[in-house]
């Protein structure tokens, strides 16, 4: 296993880490990615561990806290191998107070994170969404209250805007307080957003990237075919209103570059789209999940190895979208590519 570090930290993670959205099963979304209960978790950790996977993604909504409950039984005796992610920020009732990021919520969804996962630290706490009505220095005051108090070790975010991210780093040098070493986003060939306006601010600002949903919201597991009806069993049935979304068109344009890939590689189809995130700019770790052993171990298998330069390019080409205003002029314009070439 590759490690590299997260951000500008000096945490050292794994190229791929884990996301445990389908321990718990509860719920419409989260029962359709799956129900691992404690002792499939604890084989499927087992899995990661042996194949030096050490990073495992969770958060306070997967399974209405049922996931960290999980994976806190599941890694009981060994919690010093390895590391936790989680996330908080989404509502987790309907109280006007539980939802956001107040001090008041901060420390209380924090408190309940350590109890479900059976831990008295978080190795990595993401904001899993920006809260508009509770003032950024309110969020990172209470941030760093819970790093100097030992129960957070890093502090990340998830899904902001550019401004929002940003406005969060310039807050936290004005005062001294911890930085966002991380940003948990959604990136795959299907949807390559990131690159517009994120991917530039993580490498002006060294925020590494952590990746979801790296097969786009299952799309690229090798199963969509152009011209054939969704496999029986694929989750896209249960999942695709709440999942991010994509042309037909360029979807199957994608599938087919990536069946090219995987004939001239050997590899898989899944294992071909993660090797193309791994060798991206600011990508700190893909987090890759599994409903069972087999598709973990297929995923693992996207390590080690790396696409030809030509690969890399015909995989850029397919996937190819035109940027939003105002980064398309970058594109399109000498001399605004001459200004601020885009990253990738």
């Known amino acids: 296993m590759e490690y590299r570090t997260l951000g500008a930290s000096g945490l050292k993670v794994p190229a791929l880490s884990f996301g445990t959205g389908t321990f718990g099963g509860k719920g419409p979304l989260f029962s359709a990615w799956g129900n691992s209960d404690v002792g499939d978790a604890r084989r499927l950790i087992d899995i990661c561990l042996d194949a030096g996977v050490t990073l495992f993604d969770t958060a306070d909504v997967y399974s209405d806290g049922g996931s960290e409950e999980v994976l806190g039984a599941a890694i009981r005796g060994r919690r010093d191998t390895l590391l936790i992610s ?14 956001g990021l107040s001090h008041h919520r901060l420390i209380g969804a924090v408190e309940a994170a350590l109890r479900r996962l059976g831990t008295d630290y978080i190795d990595l706490l993401q904001l899993h969404a920006f809260d508009a009505f509770t003032p950024v220095e309110e969020v990172l005051h209470t941030l760093d209250t819970l790093v100097r108090a030992g129960k957070v070790r890093y502090i990340g975010a998830s899904n902001f805007a550019g401004w929002q991210l940003m406005k969060s780093l310039a807050v936290a040098d004005r005062h001294g307080w911890p930085r966002h070493v991380v940003h948990q986003v959604y990136y795959s060939l299907t949807g390559r957003d990131y690159e517009w306006e994120l991917m530039p601010l993580g490498l002006d600002q060294k925020v590494g990237a952590l990746v979801w949903s790296p097969l786009g919201w299952g799309r690229l597991t090798g199963k969509i075919r152009r011209g054939q009806p969704i496999p029986e069993g694929s989750r896209l049935h249960d999942t695709a209103q709440w999942g991010p979304p994509v042309d037909e068109e360029r979807l199957y344009r994608i599938v087919d570059a990536l069946d090219a890939v995987a004939a001239e590689t050997g590899r898989s189809v899944p294992q071909v789209a993660i090797a193309w995130l791994l060798a991206r700019p600011t990508v700190s770790s893909v987090i890759v999940g599994a ?18 330069p030509g690969q890399i390019a ?28 885009m990253p990738v």
């Not at 973990?296 to 080690?304: E, K, S």
């Open 86 to 99: 989680t996330k908080t920020g989404l509502p987790m009732g309907d109280g006007p107070n539980d939802a």
């Open 291 to 308: 409903r069972n052993e087999a598709q973990l171990r297929d995923n693992l298998g996207a390590v080690g190895w790396t696409l030809e």
């Open 314 to 341: 015909r995989l850029d080409a397919a996937s190819d979208v035109m940027p939003a205003y105002p980064y398309y002029p970058y594109r399109t314009q000498e001399g605004f590519a001459r200004l601020n070439p």
